[in-house]
């Protein structure tokens, strides 16, 4: 199984999958349990007293101190004080990892102490009493001072934000700032490492702040104005003249920090929300919740507003929400017809330096719409064939929209271009290929984090998770290696490899669940294999989670054999793995770490969808016609029959009335209408049809087919193939970016290629 050749064997065997094999009753079914709680009872209520007791007596004992890879309730009390001291923004684990001990660290120096990131008695003693207050002591620093104010005492704009040490997102905006005022050229990863440092202390000297490499208001508002001077030109000797926004540091999610983006939810966000569906930017409801739409409508808003633009509300942005000379969004023409089609308004072309004359709109609605071939072959705008139009008012919209530009006069770049073909209907643009990935890898999934990141999993030919983000650069090489001993399996010693299939991220992207294949090491004598039954007993294998700020391993479930595909459920509280040799879908309790429940489902479950909405979870049985329907409120099963031959992956459109299977047995992609399980249509894309994705809007469904080396790009309202590309060899998972219209293509035959749709 270790050879690439091991690939197209156990690909193929898939394809052979069929009902033609029994469907074994469930009491003929051998459903291994998980049995190592009634063994570990006794050494469970030793671990309960012992936390009784030092919850009791104290923690004083220098004997006693914690360090890295320590996982016991003193380290989850350490974590709850270091969270309340303002030091640590991760969830309470109980296990002391890299970004536990960069917390002890940092409060270490903050407080005098020897930064070792060991906790004993003296640290403790400090954070007990530092963990009262709301907000932690700063490292002190020294005023921003300029030539024209050389005695300006210290301000609330030269608070620390952020500095060496820090691993988050906000340190990933500070450098994508610097990368494109031109300071940084390393890798966008979200370590505020020696490079980061250099990079910022090199900006502040050129904008005349005091280069000590910490990124204050100060710092940020300067790096926010989207004016700051090239790294190559000459520094000068007086600061831009900021001056930073009042702002109230009670309303933001972090005491350090005066930044918001997505994933915050609190009175701040709601109070942006309200401001910008104001302005024009959002047109979703106000919720409080910093989610993918208001993200895209503050990217808009920093465009319109000459800001540097990361979707992450920073001093400058909300200087600007705040004030009263808000641009607003271009506007749009607004139907009669609610129902009709309404072209999205972060399409509408947009071109501060050139203005397109507006002669009468009359006359180019008339022009588009008698002869839409001709303006297609004379200026480029749209594919050779007429949009196809759902209802009369459509076409209305479609020419209104349109005719605000005037297709008589040339177009001068191809920026302009592009943004007029986006008023085209999305399913009528044309694929284009942006990027190809390559280097050590062999995915068998991509995944978007729905946060800018993507991880491609590389199973056991590489045995490692890459991670990218949305410029295309590698962040991060994660080894899928683990002692899992650390995380509570006392019985397996030392260091294991896993093999990556899938991933699935929390509704925040704050953690990446990853299936393993198998396990590699001592103890694993079993291994299942893509032909298997539980009678076999197979090895069982694990679930990774991944913390995508430190983009490191924090813990491990131990779930059935041969797990493929994972899913978390939208309340966060589960996460759904279908098990291909032990033929049952795990639940995990994400609260606690473990598996909590067995379902067993019939032979080889794989794709998992799942409807927020009821609270359902549909599994594509590959070894059937059919798609079980899990209702997670109590587990009980509910079956949509005779869908198809050999059901592999599932898609659920964002209405929850449709639901898309890949039947692996018939070569065909199946639309399912919801609730009732209705079999609606059946359609053929191309050889093999594996991995799909719908985009945000559920308009397009996007297929790899593995057999043609091709992917096929379906128009969802009358399951039309409108576009089909040659990819690399075997195209296997895929995956949508929503804010950059992106589709991510794995190939297993070792790269991943990225296209503009």
């Given at each position: 199984m270790d050879t690439l050749a091991y690939l197209h064997l156990a690909e193929n065997y898939e394809t052979s999958v069929n009902s033609e094999q029994e469907n074994l009753a469930d009491s003929d079914l051998c459903y291994p349990e998980l049995n190592w709680l009634p063994e570990?009872?006794?050494a469970l209520m030793l671990f309960i007293s012992c936390a009784f007791g030092i919850s009791s007596f104290g923690w004083t004992n220098p004997a006693q101190a914690l360090k890295k890879g320590e996982k016991n309730p003193q380290v989850?009390?350490?974590?709850?004080?270091?969270?309340?001291?303002?030091y640590f923004k991760q969830a309470v684990t109980g296990y002391f990892g890299s970004v536990t001990e960069a917390a002890v660290i940092k409060f270490q120096k903050a407080n005098g102490l020897k930064a070792d990131g060991v906790v004993g008695s003296q640290t403790l003693t400090a954070l007990e009493s530092a963990s009262g207050t709301s907000t932690p002591p700063l490292i002190p620093t020294k005023p921003s001072v300029t030539k024209t104010t050389p005695k300006k005492s210290p301000t609330p704009?030269?608070?620390?934000?952020?500095?060496?040490?820090?691993?988050?997102?906000?340190v990933m905006s500070?450098?994508?700032?610097?990368?494109?005022?031109?300071?940084?050229?390393?890798?966008?990863?979200?370590?505020?490492n020696a490079a980061t440092e250099a990079a910022v202390i090199k900006f502040q000297k050129a904008h005349g702040l005091v280069g000590n490499g910490i990124v204050d208001n100060r710092t940020l508002t300067a790096m926010e104005l989207g004016k700051t001077q090239q790294a190559a030109a000459p520094s000068q000797s007086t600061t831009p003249a900021v001056v930073n926004p009042p702002v109230s540091s009670s309303k933001l999610r972090s005491p350090h920090t005066s930044l918001l983006r997505r994933g915050d939810v609190s009175a701040e966000v709601k109070f942006i929300q309200q401001q910008l569906q104001t302005s024009g930017y959002l047109e979703q409801s106000i919720t409080g919740s910093f989610d993918t739409a208001t993200e895209i409508a503050v990217l808009k808003f920093q465009k319109a507003h000459g800001l540097i633009a990361d979707g992450i509300v920073?001093?400058?942005?909300?200087?600007?929400?705040?004030?009263?000379?808000?641009?607003?969004?271009?506007?749009?023409?607004?139907p009669a017809n609610q129902n009709s089609v309404v072209p999205d308004k972060s399409k509408q072309l947009k071109n501060s330096t050139q203005k397109p004359t507006k002669p009468s709109p009359k006359a180019n609605a008339i022009k588009f719409a008698s002869n839409p071939t001709q303006a297609t072959k004379e200026n480029s705008l749209v594919p050779n064939q007429p949009p196809q139009l759902e209802n009369p008012n459509q076409e209305k919209i479609l020419v209104a929209?349109?005719?605000?530009?005037?297709?008589?006069?040339?177009?001068?770049?191809?920026?302009?271009?592009?943004?007029i073909q986006k008023t085209a209907p999305s399913h009528s643009r044309k694929m284009t290929l942006k990027k190809t990935i390559a280097g050590k890898i062999s995915p068998k999934s991509v995944v978007h984090s729905g946060n800018g990141l993507f991880f491609a999993q590389n199973m056991m030919y590489n045995h490692t998770i890459t991670v990218y983000n949305r410029e295309h650069k590698l962040v991060k090489v994660i080894p899928d290696k683990v002692d899992l001993s650390k995380f509570g399996y006392a019985k397996f010693k030392g260091n294991y490899q896993g093999a990556p299939v899938e991933a699935s991220f929390s509704q925040d992207g704050k953690y990446a669940w990853i299936s393993n294949y198998q396990m590699y090491g001592a103890g694993f004598n079993n291994p299942g294999s893509d032909k298997c039954n539980p009678s076999q007993k197979t090895d069982k294998s694990f679930l990774y989670r991944i913390n995508t700020d430190s983009l490191e391993i924090d813990h491990v479930v131990q779930v059935g054999s041969v797990p493929k595909f994972v899913a978390t459920a939208n309340d966060e509280g589960l996460v759904l793995v279908s098990n291909w040799c032990s033929w049952d879908l795990s639940v995990v309790d994400t609260a606690k770490n473990k598996e909590i429940k067995k379902i067993p489902l019939g032979p080889y479950p794989r794709g998992i969808a799942i409807d927020a909405a009821t609270n359902q979870a549909y599994v594509a049985v590959m070894g059937s016609y059919d798609i079980a329907k899990v209702d997670l409120t109590n587990f009980s099963v509910k079956w949509l029959k005779n869908i198809g031959n050999a059901p592999r992956h599932l898609n659920i459109d964002p209405t929850g009335n449709y639901l898309y299977a890949s039947l692996n047995g018939e070569g065909k992609i199946a639309k399912i209408q919801l609730p009732q399980g209705k079999l609606v249509d059946k359609i053929s894309t191309g050889n093999a049809p594996r991995s799909m994705v719908l985009s945000d809007d559920g308009q397009r469904l996007y297929v790899v087919n593995y057999g043609d080396n091709t992917i096929s790009k379906i128009r969802t309202n009358d399951m039309k193939v409108v576009q089909k590309i040659t990819v690399g060899a075997n195209p296997?998972?895929?995956?949508?970016?929503?804010?950059?219209?992106?589709v991510w293509v794995a190939c297993y035959s070792g790269n991943i290629m990225v296209f503009q749709d």
């Open positions: 570990k009872r006794g989850a009390s350490l974590q709850q004080k270091l969270q309340a001291a303002g704009s030269s608070s620390v934000v952020l500095q060496r040490g820090d691993l988050s997102y906000e500070i450098q994508r700032k610097l990368e494109v005022a031109g300071y940084f050229d390393q890798p966008i990863t979200g370590d505020f920073g001093p400058k942005t909300l200087a600007i929400i705040k004030s009263k000379s808000i641009k607003s969004a271009s506007p749009t023409s607004q929209s349109v005719s605000e530009y005037d297709f008589t006069q040339p177009l001068e770049n191809s920026a302009q271009k592009d943004n296997i998972g895929i995956t949508y970016d929503p804010q950059t219209r992106e």
